[in-house]
């Protein structure tokens, strides 16, 4: 299992949480994910590494932008 975190700005509530989820959750190989709008922090697990790409497009997809920490 892998986990990789990234940095979320513009999140501000439940509804952010949800939006990201979801478009996070149609990144094939993630099992699971943490998000949360009061740190900014978003947790993507995997069995493999996911490609941080395809996570930043998916947060970008949602209306917010990230980076790897």
Not at 4 to 26: F, K, N, P, S, W
Not at 33 to 51: K, M, N
Request: glycine share 10%; proline share 1%.
């Amino acid at each position: 299992m892998t986990t990789a975190e990234y940095q979320v700005t513009g999140m501000t509530c439940g509804h952010c949480e949800l939006a990201i989820r979801d478009e996070v959750a149609r990144i094939g190989g993630v099992e699971g994910i943490e998000v949360s709008a009061a740190t900014g922090r978003l947790a993507v697990t995997s069995q493999s590494p996911v490609d941080d790409a395809q996570v930043l497009a998916a947060v970008d997809e949602a209306g917010y932008r990230a980076e790897r920490v």
